[in-house]
């Protein structure tokens, strides 16, 4: 299985984004998917993530800087989940990573060692 992180680019402060992580190879039925970030000089934390069930979404959970801004989904189909940041600031600003386990977590797990599998990744700017 491999993860395609894409939709990074540069925005002013107040605009969006929408990443996406594109699975290919073998399918999951029952997953986590993670969104992460590294700003430079810092250690890589956790944006957001969801827990998928077959069809269903059964959890998401965000990071209290971006709760409110930032909304996880899935297009099953596509089998895609993307990441829709609203609100940008500078602060946001890092190199963002997707990452998936073959698991159910509820609520999705939030540490990296976690996530198994991971994407390469794709970078943020936000200007002021």
């Known amino acids: 299985v491999q993860l395609q992180a894409s939709g990074g680019g540069l925005v002013q402060a107040g605009g969006s984004l929408r990443l996406s992580c594109a699975t290919s190879g073998r399918t999951f039925d029952d997953y986590i998917m993670g969104w992460f970030r590294q700003a430079p000089g810092k250690e890589r934390e956790f944006v957001a993530g969801i827990t998928l069930s077959g069809r269903s979404t059964l959890s998401t959970r965000y990071a209290e800087s971006v709760k409110g801004r930032f909304t996880i989904s899935r297009d099953k189909a596509e089998n895609t989940v993307y990441l829709q940041m609203n609100s940008l600031k500078v602060e946001d600003t890092a190199v963002y990573y997707c990452?998936?386990?073959?698991?159910?977590?509820?609520?999705?797990?939030?540490?990296?060692?976690?996530?198994?599998?991971w994407g390469q990744g794709t970078l943020v700017t936000v200007s002021s």
């Open positions: 990452a998936a386990d073959e698991r159910l977590s509820l609520p999705p797990a939030r540490r990296r060692d976690e996530y198994d599998i």
